[in-house]
Structure formats: structure tokens, C-alpha cells
């Protein structure tokens, strides 16, 4: 039975005698489940509009200490990294530059601020379509997912940033040329940066989901870890400047989360062995 057809029965059933029964309380009909749907997108909007709004309320610090901070030869991971950093030049070149860009990243704020809240209400939406096992298997997914995106995020504000931005800053071709940034490509490329790192971090979850389709086995991923550092090398060259020291701090991290991924692609391989086994089992058991 699909996910649909499942959270949409919702319908009073006996007390459960196996793992695999629904946990459905009330019947909808197919009408009733699209009004549920709307309403939870609704809340879930909703939720990302309330964390927009507070993002409004604190755009100053948002923009002084969060946003410009790593355009600052005092941002605290150069001490960290022992890198003497100069300042940058960010100029405005548009007459509507400031207004977008500030826009920008309000939307960029509540967005990624607001997301959980908005998976949150979907997650209440389709939870009581879902079998127990397939419940424990997505609370497991979407816990990692929320911290390896974190983990990434961080990373990229905390290392990927800074790194890029004092080698582009330094970075001449002619002492007659003036390193001085446009406001709305900083932030755009402070978005790639940060954004980007958490993404590439989901390696670890989106391998999961793979090895609980049978897709990417560990046979598979150990066969192909001699692509795997060209590709993450690849990858921290598109991220980052063209010099080797961002370069590995990207692929250095992507390397380990891919070994990472080889383990986590063994236990869902073990689980979805298991939850064969089970089925046919239970199969040979009606016959």
C-alpha cells in the first residue's frame, strides 16, 4: 500500500497485534486528506514566515556580526588560524544593491532558520501513514540529515569562508588594480560557501537511502574509493579558490565523510537483509 493511500485511510483499526500495523485513529476521505495537506502546508509556510520576521527584528546584528564578520581582519577564526587578515572593500555599485542584498538575506535567514519547523508539520502529516519501522528508519535519517547539514554549514562559515576571502582579497594580477568587492557578490558567494558545505555534507544520509534501495552497497563504495578522492578533489576545486590549501580543507572532510558512508552503507545493507529475511519469512509462514 503506498504512503498516500496509507495516511489518507487513518481509519479505526483493532489493537495492534504486530509491528506492522497502522496507527491510524480516524477515517478521511481522499478530500479531507487534501484539506489536512493544505493546512499543514500552510503552517509549515507559516513557521518559516515567523522566523523571517524575527530575522527582520535582528537584521542589524544578522548583517554587522554575521554576514560582514568574515570581512573583518579581527573575525575571530583568523586569530584561530593564525592568519594575519586585512579587511575587505565591499562597495555597493547599483542603486538598488543594498536593498536586495539585505533582502536577500533575510529570505536566506528565515528560510534555512524556518525549514525545520516546516519539515516539522510535514512530518506530522505523513507520520501516521508510515509503518513503525519505517517511522524509526526516517526519525534516524532526518536527525543525522539536520546535523550533518549543521556540521557542513559551520564548516564552510568557520574555515571555507574566511580562507576564501583573504586569498581573493590578496589575490593581484597588477599593483594597479584594487581589490574592491561588489556588497551583493559577497553575499551571494558567502551563500555558496556556507550553503554548499552543508549539502555536500548530506553524503552520509544520502548514501543511507541509497543502501536501503540496495544501491549503494559497501561492496560497491569500497570498489569506487579510488574515484572518490579525484572527486572530492573536484569538488573542493569548485567550492573553493584555486589554490591547494582550500582545496584539501574541502576534500579532506569529504574523504572521511565518504569512508563514514561505507559503515553506514553495512548497517542499512544489514537491515534491509534483515527486513527480507522477515518478509519472507512471514510469507512462508501464510503459504
Known sequence: MSLLKRAARRKQLPPA???????????????EHLEDLRWTLLKGIGGILIVTIVAVIFRDWIVTEVLIGPSKGDFFMYRIFGIEAEDLNLQNRTITGQFFAL???????????????????????????LYPSERVGLRFAAFFATVFFL????????????????????????????????????????????????????????????????????????????FALPGVLILGALMTPPDPVSQVLVATPLFLLYEGSIYVARI???????????????GEEKE
Open 17 to 31: 497485534t504486530g509491528e506492522e500495523a497502522l496507527p491510524s485513529d480516524t477515517e478521511m476521505s481522499f478530500l
Open 268 to 282: 542499512a545493507e544489514k537491515r534491509r537483509q534483515a527486513a527480507l529475511r522477515k518478509s519472507w519469512g512471514d
Open 151 to 226: 556540521i557542513g554549514v559551520t564548516f564552510g562559515y568557520t574555515v571555507i569562508t574566511p580562507v576564501a576571502l583573504q586569498f581573493f582579497n590578496t589575490f593581484t594580477i597588477s599593483d594597479q588594480i584594487v581589490n574592491d568587492f561588489d556588497v551583493t557578490r559577497y553575499f551571494s558567494m558567502l551563500t555558496w560557501w556556507t550553503v554548499g558545505c552543508g549539502i555536500l555534507f548530506e553524503l552520509p544520509v544520502v548514501v543511507y537511502f541509497l543502501a536501503k534501495l540496495g544501491i549503494a552497497t559497501p561492496e560497491r563504495l569500497r570498489a569506487s574509493r579510488k
Open 103 to 129: 533582502v536577500g538575506i533575510i529570505v536566506a535567514v528565515g528560510v534555512v532558520l524556518g525549514f525545520p519547523v516546516f519539515v516539522y508539520f510535514l512530518w506530522k502529516f505523513i507520520e501516521p501513514g
